[in-house]
Every structure is written in structure tokens, then in C-alpha cells.
């Protein structure tokens, strides 16, 4: 075959779903190249490997039949059909014509972004990735028969010493071995090893950008933490009668050798004490934490300082053994949370006499610890859902500037938990209120837990409006769509940790400011971060996944719950995860791993593990499922693990099993890879029923010929002195003739088709119905149901939802769907609501419309001008000194009774430009002056950018105002 000659190659297939360029007469695929020498074996390999075909563009590169028989290492004849067409032209046109969108890209990339499964048919099924069921985790999702899991009990005494920040305690287990095997050690995690300074984690940790500017914070974190070490110090561990047992510490983790082997069913008795200080918010955050109210304020005295702490993580606790992975027990690195055992806790906890504790549980000695009025209070709080103070905030005021003098100890019992927490401070504000518990009794005779806000003055008036109503209405939402809340209390503590939960217990810490005012921002985090903190209650507190391993399975179920409760909350809920609008940014990220990546290995845990999951199932609620479908295959996943430890496929496996719907692709799409969304409508093509009606057809495309634009050569030629003008002899039949003219003949030949066609099919052709076909193209992307609406000539549209499925072929690149429909279709719109989380919705839309954008202008910037900076910071100086001078006199008025304004400015008493200051009465109260003193600055004008404002305290000395930077709030 010559060098310049073309050939069409056709590969055979028997799976469609495996190549481009589908042929749908014959089955067979096309792709068209140049014969000069054999095609790179990397080429070749990618060539026949169905997991590339649907994805790649080849470039034009040389092939040859024997080529592909030695890198196949196959008969051509068994792989590879090779058919020749010689071609002068510079393109090979194929009678087997591909897709109309197939494009030979010359100079295309090949583009993989990481995914944990090897890519391919993006419907492939899932069970050679998922675990295969067994008798104690079932094919369909549920718990098996021979399901098991350990039990943990813990009888636990602490003191916190807040003059040391240090807590002391000890504790009592029993470990229950349900499990079949036999157990010859036992591991136990040790979170506050996190903080030492040689732990893995400390030593793990990356290095931060130090090129851009830090928060003031991050450098206090550094300069404490050079002074600060934690970690358990003096841990003892013994069995029952007070033996030593042998341990092995390993960095967050402690082997327990016990002196004879824990055969199945049988308990081992052991204690444990130990000691640690506390993690104090300005060396490092952390999960659990104290802070001293009113650091940092100026008009604040250290003895005015009262501490709060917020407690967790703080006793040693049992990795989990189970059937999935033995023990669990990786490393804390900081960033993967906690694997758990249930079991029952009881918890003391020692603090000073003046001090209020709230803990995960139900308080068991009310009348050593809370006056008449306090429980009188509390029982009428659990039969009214409006919140009512428990301790007001006067009574907390008189705690908190009290002296101790003792110690009190709070004790709580808590049955059927994997964890508890407690918050303990003298500055609690403590409100409480009915939590009604849908879905927990029968017939309308359902439960009620209290729901209760522990908080310090600083937290309001933001706190005792939105915490417990808060607390509630997650109870009450959660219930609904994933289980009825189990337990008999919910709490949410404001302290120093941002978002952290545990059962029954939650630590949340926005704060309004000082003046008692607040944000929309603020305030929507607050009720926000209750509502997942308190929904984490159920994931993975009640249904308990690995959060070590799968962070995704507590946060990103939960973030979803989160999203729905919020919706219930008002309407237009700022919700910041959910909407699938918001996650495209992610899914477009660079650096985005896939959903099923450990949660130590994220680099961006909030989009990964909280917002693509939450994101993933509104689409499959919303779109994929439907809301009836998705909630109850969704309780039933809930219904199932309550109290139990389920893994991924154990949710894939249950929300298949109830739904009735296979979504191996959506689980694959979303959560094994990091495809994004991108589809386009390619094309949307119009037909006609040719009724071969001669009286009908022809003139349709006569009319259609002639409206038609003339070309402009035609256009131009009329004019044009012709031949036959000067010689009419040239003229005959043709000359006149116009193929789209009914004839004689065409008539009789449709009234043959007629007769042949039969009276009946004959009816047919008089159809008013109208065809149309769209096409649409994945570009890259994952499948997805196509959302359209369907605008009709007349100004009325139709919505559709075309599943995914209509991508199963062509390895789910091209799709295109016919449209029967009594009126004509004039524009298709995919996804108008953003239901699927495309990323360019440019091309949501056949026809296109044009796009609207604008722009702005700003100021010419003249560009830095030192001479210019110095001038002006040397008169700002003299401003201060000016103002200085003016500044006793002015707080000697006020002391006096009299208006700032009254004093009377001395010519000493001038700005840097020599003109009199503005002097004002009061200062906000974040600036902690009595009076105002203003310079116009340089333009002269009171009222502009260039303004310069100094405080005036109350002893009289002055301070400049911060300047807002341009453009910020």
C-alpha cells in the first residue's frame, strides 16, 4: 500500500459501550488513519483496551495491519478488520459514517485525573470492587445473620484543677468480646499523644505557606507551643484486683497484653488512671479545649478572666474490633476522626463549687448540685418548647465573680453511646426546652427529649434566641428523615472549639460581638454549625461508621441531613453545601481526590468529605431517585445500622436493595473518581414524515429552495449579458423545467404507493405529530440524567428528565434521544435549575442565547510614590501630636459633664495640615472611647477616605482609629 494512500480501519466488537464511533446499522466503529509504519505499541495497547476507547481522541498517527497483529499478538482476521479505500483527497471519507460528532482532534491531550478504579464503562457493576458478602454483611445491604460487634462499659471519675488546667481521672471498663475470636491483647487510643511534640502526627505535619501573611494567631500558636507540651502523663493500667497489666505505647495507640486469652463471649475487668493538661485555645485548636473570657481585651484585668472549658477525647478509649478490618487501629494524625465501641458510661466529674457542668447523659444527683429553683425550673423547661433559663444570666453573672469554696461533683449516666463529653465553666448561662421526637412512639404518642444551651455571657443576645430552638429542630428533622433520636437529652455548648460533636453533647462557638451585635453570617453559622454538630448525633454517633477511615460516611451523610434541616428552617436558607451549583469548583479542582480516599490523605477534607457527598445524594434525592424512592431506601439504610457499624457497601448496597434501582454508576461516577459534570446539547435536529404526497412534499421543498438566501455569485450573475438571450435557440424542455413540479407521473406513482401501503398504514401518513432528535455530548465527564425543558412553537414548554442510562453506550459519550410530540419543539434547555452540577451551563441550551456580562472601570492608579507616602505619614504624625495635646482637655469635659464639642482648639491644637480637628462626642463600642477627634486629612473634607480619626479614652489618652482597607465591609 503507497505511503500517500488512505485506509478506513473497522474494529469489531460485541461491546458497543467500548469504543467510539459506533456505527448504529452495523455495529461497527470507525476510526480513520494513514498507512506509513507501525502504529507505538502504547498506541495500539490504548486502542484496543475498552477503558480508553470511550474517552480518547487519537491523534493522526501511521498504522499498519501487521503492526496490529504483532502487538495484539492476535490474527488480524480475529481482531482487526482492515479495509483500504485509495483516496487522492487530503480526508478519508467513510460510507460508515461515525456519530456526526466524532471528532479526530490532531492535537488533543489525553487528560486522566486520579480515580481509585481503573476507568472504563462507566456502567460497569461494582462487584469486583465492593467486598463480597458474607454471613455477617449480606448482599443487600442489611446486617447479616451472624452479624457482631464488641461492647465497651466505662465507669469514669475525673477532677479538673482549673489553677493547673489539668485533669486527673481514672476509670473502669469492661471489655465484652462478641466477636469469634480469640483475643490476646487489646488496643487502646490515646488522642492526647496527638499533642506531644514527637507524636507522628506533629512530625507529619506540612509546613504552611509562610509567603503569604499569616494570621497574628497562627504566630501566638507558635510562641505557646514552644512552652507547651500535652499527652497523657502517669498512665496506670491494672486489672481488676490491681495487678499490673503490660502495655505498649505507640504513639496515639497503647497495646493492652492481657494475662490470658479473651475467648468469644467472655469480659475482661481492667482499670486506668492517668493524668493530662489541657489544650489551651491559644497554643493549638483542637477538639477539645479551654479558653480564659476576656483575653485579649484591653479593659479587661487577669483577674477578671474566668475560664471555660469544653472536654473531650479525654479518657483512654477502645479501638474498635471488627469483622471489616480487625482491630482499628491507625494512627491520629489530626485530620481522621474516631472509631468506636458502644457501650454503657457512667462519668463523674469534680470541678469547683461555683462551676456548672453539662455532659453527655442524663444528670443523676440534681439535688447535690442544683438549688430548688434550678430543678423546679428544669422540669418545667422539659414540658414547653419555648426555652426558658435554667440559670439566668444574672445568676451566671454572680457564679463567675464568685470565690470557690470547694468542690462539687456532677454525675451523669449514659446507656448505649460510644463516647461521652462534658463543658464546665462558672460563667454558664444555662436555657433548656421541650425537643418533641417524631416517629418514636405509636399513634402520635411520641417521645420528648430536652434540649438544652450551657453558654457564657460574651455568646449573647445571639445564644438564647437560636441555640436550643436549634437543638430541637434538628431532633425534629433528623427523625424524620433518617431515625427517631434515641436518647433522652441533646446539648450544645459555646466555647472555644468551632464545630465539634459527641452523643448527647456538642462544643459550637460563634460568638456575636462585643456590643451585643451580629452578622447575617454569624448568625447562620451559629445555627448552622448546631444543626450538624447536634445532627452528628445520628452520623456517626447512632449509626456508626469509621470516621478514621471514611470520613465521608459521618460528615458527608450528615452535611446532607444538615442541608435538609436547614431548608426547614426559613425560607431562603442561606445553606453554603448542597445545591449542586456549589460543588462544581471542586469537581473541577486539580487537586480533588476521589470520595473513597482516606480521610488522612484529603487535601481538601471540607469539599471532599462534606460538600461532593452532601451534594451527590441532593442529586440522587432530587433527580436520580426522586424524594419517595430516595427517603425511604435512605431511613431504611438508617434503619438498618442504628447502633450498628456499617461500611460503604453496606449504604450501596442498602440504597439499591430498597430503591429497586441499580446505581453502581452514580456510587462509580461520584464517588470513585473525580469527574466532573459536562454535558452540552450537541445538536437538535428537526424531520419531517416525507408522506410522498407529490402535492404535498414537492412544494414544501420548492418553498423551502426558494427562500433560501442566493449566494452571492448567483446574486451578482443576474445581471449578466447570457447567451442564450442572444441566441433563444439554445433554450429547450430543460431550460424551463423544475424537478420540484408536480407531475402526472408523480401522482400515479403515489397513489401505487398508496394501494400498496394498505387503507389502514396508509392513515399514517397524514400523522400531524412531530420528530425531533437531540444529541447530546459528555464531555470527560461522569453520567448523568439530562433535565430538559422543551419549548414548543407556541410558547408553551414541557419538563422531561432522561435517565442516566441513555449513556450506556459509547462509553457514555454520546447520547441523543428522540422527541414524538403533537407540536413543533423550537428550543431544548438542559438542567435550567442546576440540579446536576454542570460545570459550563454555556452550553445548557439549543439554540444558544447570547450571554450577558459587564464590566467596571476604577481609578487610575498613579502608582507608589515614596516621596509622597513620607510627606503624608510626617503630616499624620503631627496630627497625632495635635491631637494628643486636644485629647485631656477633651476627656476633662466629658469627666466634667460637659460635650466633647464644647472644647474650644488652640492654634497648637491643629492637624498636619494646620486646620482645625472636628471633635465629637462618644466612640463606638468596640473602640472603647468617650470621645471622637477628626481630621479631614488632606482634602479637606470631613466625610472622605482620607479622614483621620483618634479615640479619646477616658483618662485622656489617644489612639488612631484602623482604617478600613478600600472596598471591605
Known amino acids: 500500500m503507497r505511503s500517500r494512500e488512505r485506509c478506513r480501519i473497522v474494529q469489531q466488537t460485541s461491546d458497543s459501550r467500548s469504543t467510539v464511533g459506533r456505527n448504529p446499522d452495523t455495529s461497527t466503529f470507525v476510526i480513520l488513519r494513514r498507512e506509513t509504519e507501525p502504529l507505538p505499541p502504547k498506541w495500539m495497547r490504548a486502542l484496543l483496551h475498552s477503558s480508553y476507547i470511550a474517552r480518547m481522541r487519537f491523534q493522526q498517527s501511521p498504522l499498519g495491519l501487521n503492526s496490529i497483529s504483532a502487538v495484539c499478538g492476535l490474527l488480524p482476521s480475529t481482531v482487526v478488520a482492515l479495509v483500504c479505500t485509495c483516496l487522492t483527497g487530503a480526508v478519508a471519507t467513510s460510507a460508515v459514517a461515525g456519530p456526526p460528532d466524532l471528532s479526530l482532534d490532531q492535537n488533543s491531550a489525553i487528560v486522566v485525573p486520579p480515580s481509585v478504579l481503573r476507568e472504563g464503562d462507566p456502567f460497569r457493576q461494582l462487584d469486583e470492587v465492593l467486598p463480597t458478602p458474607n454471613d455477617f454483611r449480606s448482599a443487600s445491604g442489611a446486617p447479616g445473620a451472624r452479624y457482631w460487634q464488641q461492647k465497651v462499659d466505662h465507669d469514669i471519675e475525673v477532677e479538673l484543677d482549673p489553677s493547673r488546667a489539668e485533669i486527673t481521672g481514672t476509670q473502669r471498663i469492661v471489655y465484652h468480646n462478641n466477636s469469634p475470636d480469640e483475643l490476646r491483647y487489646l488496643w487502646v487510643q490515646l488522642d492526647q499523644n496527638r499533642f506531644r511534640r514527637d507524636s507522628l502526627g506533629e512530625r507529619a505535619e506540612p509546613a504552611p505557606d509562610l509567603a503569604s501573611p499569616q494570621d497574628v494567631r497562627f504566630l501566638r500558636n507558635l510562641v505557646e507551643q514552644a512552652e507547651w507540651e500535652g499527652g497523657y502523663r502517669d498512665v496506670v493500667v491494672q ?84 469483622d471489616v478490618r480487625g482491630w482499628q487501629h491507625k494512627q491520629f494524625l489530626g485530620q481522621g476522626e474516631f472509631a468506636l465501641e458502644f457501650g454503657d458510661y457512667t462519668l463523674a466529674v469534680t470541678v469547683p463549687d461555683t462551676w456548672t457542668v453539662g455532659a453527655s447523659g442524663v444528670l443523676q444527683n440534681p439535688q447535690d448540685v442544683l438549688t430548688d429553683v434550678q430543678r423546679e425550673r428544669l422540669a418545667e423547661a422539659a ?70 444551651s450551657f453558654y457564657p455571657q460574651e455568646a449573647e443576645p445571639l445564644w438564647s434566641r437560636y441555640s436550643t430552638h436549634a437543638i430541637a429542630h434538628t431532633i425534629d428533622s433528623y427523625s424524620r428523615h433518617a431515625c427517631p433520636y434515641p436518647y433522652p437529652v441533646a446539648i450544645s455548648v459555646n466555647g472555644p472549639v468551632g ?43 447512632i449509626i456508626n461508621s469509621d470516621e478514621r477511615q471514611w470520613t465521608w460516611m459521618d460528615e458527608g451523610l450528615n452535611t446532607f441531613c444538615q442541608f435538609l434541616a436547614e431548608q426547614e428552617w426559613e425560607h431562603k436558607y442561606p445553606s453554603g453545601r448542597g445545591d449542586p451549583e456549589k460543588i462544581v469548583g471542586y469537581m473541577t479542582d486539580s487537586a480533588q481526590e476521589p470520595i473513597m480516599t482516606n480521610s488522612e490523605s484529603v487535601r481538601k477534607l471540607g469539599p471532599n468529605a462534606y460538600a461532593k457527598p ?29 447502633f450498628k457499624r456499617p461500611e460503604p457497601a453496606d449504604f450501596f448496597r442498602t440504597m439499591e436493595d430498597a430503591s429497586g434501582v441499580d446505581l453502581d454508576w452514580f456510587w462509580r461516577g461520584w464517588f470513585y473518581t473525580t469527574r466532573p459534570v459536562d454535558v452540552r446539547i450537541e445538536k437538535l435536529t428537526r424531520y419531517t414524515l416525507d408522506s410522498r404526497d407529490p402535492d404535498v412534499v414537492k412544494p414544501e421543498k420548492k418553498s423551502e429552495r426558494d427562500s433560501r438566501p442566493k449566494t452571492l455569485s448567483t446574486a451578482r450573475n443576474e445581471e449578466l449579458d447570457v447567451r442564450a438571450d442572444r441566441f433563444p435557440e439554445l433554450l429547450d424542455f430543460y431550460s424551463t423545467f423544475d424537478e420540484l413540479d408536480v407531475t402526472p407521473e408523480d401522482r400515479r406513482r403515489f397513489k401505487g404507493f398508496v394501494e400498496r401501503l394498505g387503507a389502514r398504514d396508509a392513515e399514517l401518513l397524514k400523522t400531524p405529530l412531530h420528530f425531533t432528535v437531540a444529541r447530546f455530548t459528555n464531555e470527560g465527564g461522569i453520567p448523568t440524567p439530562l433535565p430538559l425543558r422543551l419549548t414548543f412553537a407556541d410558547g408553551s414548554f414541557e419538563e422531561t428528565t432522561i435517565p442516566a442510562e441513555i449513556w450506556r453506550y459509547a462509553g457514555g ?17 438542559l438542567d435550567r435549575r442546576r440540579e446536576t452540577a454542570d460545570r459550563d451551563p454555556s452550553d445548557n441550551a439549543y439554540p444558544q442565547e447570547i450571554e450577558r456580562g459587564s464590566f467596571a472601570i476604577e481609578p487610575r492608579d498613579r502608582g507608589s510614590n515614596p516621596m509622597r507616602e513620607a510627606r503624608e505619614s510626617e503630616l499624620r504624625e503631627k496630627s497625632l501630636a495635635g491631637a494628643r495635646a486636644l485629647g485631656t482637655r477633651v476627656a476633662d469635659a466629658v469627666k466634667a459633664g460637659k460635650s466633647a464639642g464644647s472644647v474650644t482648639i488652640d492654634a497648637a491644637e491643629r492637624d498636619g495640615w494646620d486646620r482645625a480637628f472636628v471633635v465629637l462626642d462618644g466612640a463606638g463600642e468596640a473602640d472603647g472611647g468617650i470621645a471622637q477627634i477628626v481630621s479631614a486629612g488632606a482634602d479637606g473634607v470631613v466625610g472622605t477616605e482620607d479622614d483621620i480619626t483618634f479615640i479619646v479614652s477616658s483618662d485622656g489618652s489617644v489612639k488612631e482609629r484602623a482604617r478600613r482597607q478600600r472596598g471591605s465591609r
Open 813 to 829: 459519550r454520546d447520547a441523543s434521544k428522540l422527541f414524538v410530540t403533537a407540536k413543533e419543539i423550537v428550543r431544548v434547555e
Open 614 to 642: 452532601a451534594t451527590a445524594l441532593n442529586v440522587l434525592r432530587e433527580t436520580v431517585l426522586g424524594r419517595e424512592l430516595f427517603d425511604f431506601a435512605f431511613r431504611e439504610y438508617c434503619r438498618r445500622w442504628a
Open 239 to 322: 486489672d481488676a484486683q490491681g495487678a499490673m497489666l503490660p502495655t505498649t505505647i505507640v504513639d496515639t495507640m497503647m497495646r493492652i497484653d492481657l494475662p490470658a486469652p479473651l475467648t468469644p463471649g467472655a469480659s475482661f475487668r481492667f482499670q486506668m488512671s492517668w493524668r493530662f493538661a489541657v489544650v489551651k485555645n491559644t497554643v493549638t485548636r483542637a477538639r477539645s479545649n479551654y479558653e480564659l473570657l476576656g483575653e485579649g481585651d484591653p479593659d479587661r484585668k487577669d483577674a477578671d478572666l474566668a475560664p471555660l472549658y469544653v472536654v473531650a477525647q479525654f479518657f483512654p478509649r477502645l479501638a474498635p474490633y471488627d
Open 499 to 541: 464545630g465539634m460533636e459527641y452523643p448527647m453533647i456538642s462544643f459550637n462557638g460563634p460568638r456575636p460581638e462585643k456590643d451585643g451585635t451580629y452578622s447575617a453570617g454569624t448568625k447562620w453559622g451559629l445555627v448552622g454549625v448546631i444543626i450538624h454538630e447536634v445532627g452528628h448525633n445520628w452520623f456517626p454517633m
Open 383 to 452: 414540658r414547653d418548647e419555648k426555652p426558658r433559663f435554667i440559670t439566668t444570666p444574672e445568676e451566671a453573672a454572680e457564679r463567675r465573680a464568685a470565690k470557690p469554696q470547694g468542690k462539687r461533683t456532677w454525675r451523669f449516666t449514659a446507656e448505649n453511646v460510644r463516647d461521652v463529653a462534658f463543658g464546665a465553666s462558672a460563667s454558664f448561662i444555662w436555657d433548656a426546652a421541650k425537643a418533641p421526637i417524631p416517629g418514636s412512639g405509636r399513634e402520635g404518642n411520641d417521645r420528648a427529649a430536652i434540649a438544652m
